[in-house]
């Protein structure tokens, strides 16, 4: 679909620092202004478990529970059953459920409350812990096995570096739009890791393969080459994953949009940051143990091809 690009990638690298770095500001002050909405799963609250006799579209449920006034999360257990969620304390819970029940009451549907539960912090904060130990775990495993397919612990870093960049715009998205942030949305985090990453590879595997094809050339000249000959790849790719988000995040409803919304900014991220940042990172750190390894492979390669014969 695309035709063959010569796209000098490398040459505006300080200008893909400088935006790096401007995002990287912009969050901070995020960050430190109006913070991450964090949901229940990492808060605590109340969680109000009901089943209704018939069964009742959710989006009713929804709209029963937006006229509230308060912001509830909705999830379906089947069987009719459904969940109510909604942040507070623990002095209030009677009142959050009275309010449900009030809600409920409006769509003229017999039901019975089966179980009502608080999350309290204690609990909340054991789960953010063990989201962020998450994320801080896939990136470390990224970082050796990247280091051990590539031999080299720098290609594993700038990767990750990457990465964290991703996640960090993913989350100043979410800081700037103040949706919540649950344990779904933890996990299009992880995705994004992987979808990123993935990419990445691909171009460090043909970086890899054209230094030993072209032993003579330079480090820049490899690394441009090796993007714009999986150019045509990754677009493609990446307009699959975000075309079939865009489509989730319009139609999938309101339990799958942050998740949706979080996939989009990473992915789209995701093709800026392998072309931009990662690549970028590893020649602005590769050029020196570049001249080395291509000493070796020019040497390699004289070993093993005959010398011509003169002519007489």
Known sequence: FFP???IDFLKYRKVYFAVSAAILVLGIVLFATKGLNFGIDFTGGTMVQVKFEQAVDM??????LTATGQESELQSYGNNSYAVREKGTEENVNEVQNRIEEALKTLNVPYVVEQTNFVGPTVGQNMKERAAWAIILSLVFIIIYVAFRFNNILWGTSGVIALFHDLFVMAVAFSLTQREIDLVVVAAFLTVAGFSINDTIVIFDRIRENIRLHPRESLGNLINTSINETLSRTIITSITVIGALIVLYFFGGEAL??????????????????V???TPLVYTWNKGAFKEEQKEVKSSYKAHVPAKKAVK
């Open 59 to 64: 989006a009713k449920i929804r709209e029963a």
């Open 257 to 274: 949009n942050s998740f949706a919304f979080a996939m989009l900014v990473g992915c789209t991220c995701g093709v800026y940051t392998t």
């Open 4 to 6: 063959k690009t010569n």
């Open 276 to 278: 931009a940042l990662t």
